[in-house]
Nanobody
Framework: QLQLVESGGGLVEPGGSLRLSCVAS????????VGWFRQAPGKGHEVVSC??????STYYADSVKGRFTISRDNNTVYLQMSNLRPEDTAVYYC????????????????????WGHGTHVTVSS
């Protein structure tokens, strides 16, 4: 069974850091593009970051550039989040597919309707 499980979320004060993890089972994550996405309260899913397998390139949303870093280790993908802001509050999800697409749009469209449980991040004082 192909599965991705997110973890690592929590409550953090503005300026703080968190590291999210996404563990893949049932397939080799090295063969796929992987992305992190989030859904803030009352909003749709948006791409946070996407790492392509083909050329190793990485996309970051403008809102997180310089603060978030995506990385991989074996069958786990991480999202290191620093200098967190209240507007980063959201449920974070990961997804894997053959391509990221422009700004992660391909992997986002393909993931709609098949999100996992996600992990909640709340940034508040």
């Amino acid at each position: 069974q192909l599965q991705l499980v997110e973890s690592g979320g929590g409550l953090v004060e503005p300026g703080g850091s968190l590291r999210l993890s996404c563990v893949a089972s049932g397939f080799n994550l090295a063969h796929y593009a992987v992305g992190w996405f989030r859904q803030a309260p009352g909003k749709g899913h948006e791409v946070v970051s996407c790492n392509s397998r083909s050329d190793g390139s990485t996309y970051y949303a403008d809102s997180v550039k310089g603060r978030f870093t995506i990385s991989r280790d074996n069958n786990t993908v991480y999202l290191q989040m620093s200098n967190l802001r209240p507007e980063d509050t959201a449920v974070y999800y990961c997804a894997a597919d053959h391509f990221c697409g422009q700004g992660g749009d391909y992997i986002l469209r393909r993931a709609i309707g098949s999100w996992g449980h996600g992990t909640h991040v709340t940034v508040s004082s």
